[in-house]
């Protein structure tokens, strides 16, 4: 994973405030355990950063089998 469009990042030590951070866009870059809890490492590309915050939702899909 590249992470050459990230432009502004950001760390917070909580889940609640790393999912508000998802929620608005922001793109989780990585997580990690500290000696006192998780410690969750977010970024915005510069179209999001300079443009307001574009949110983009992925649904997840159900593989099914190819058939030959």
């Known amino acids: 994973m590249s992470f ?3 432009k502004v990042v950001k760390s ?4 609640h405030a790393a ?8 793109e989780l870059l990585a997580a990690t355990g500290t000696g006192e809890g998780m410690l969750y490492i977010l970024g915005q590309g510069e ?3 300079a443009h ?9 899909t159900t ?6």
């Open 4 to 6: 050459e469009h990230i």
């Open 12 to 15: 917070v030590d909580n889940d």
């Open 19 to 26: 999912n508000r951070l998802l929620g608005e866009g922001w």
């Open 47 to 49: 179209k999001q950063a």
């Open 52 to 60: 307001g915050i574009e949110v983009v939702i992925a649904k997840a």
């Open 63 to 68: 593989l099914q089998p190819v058939e030959e």
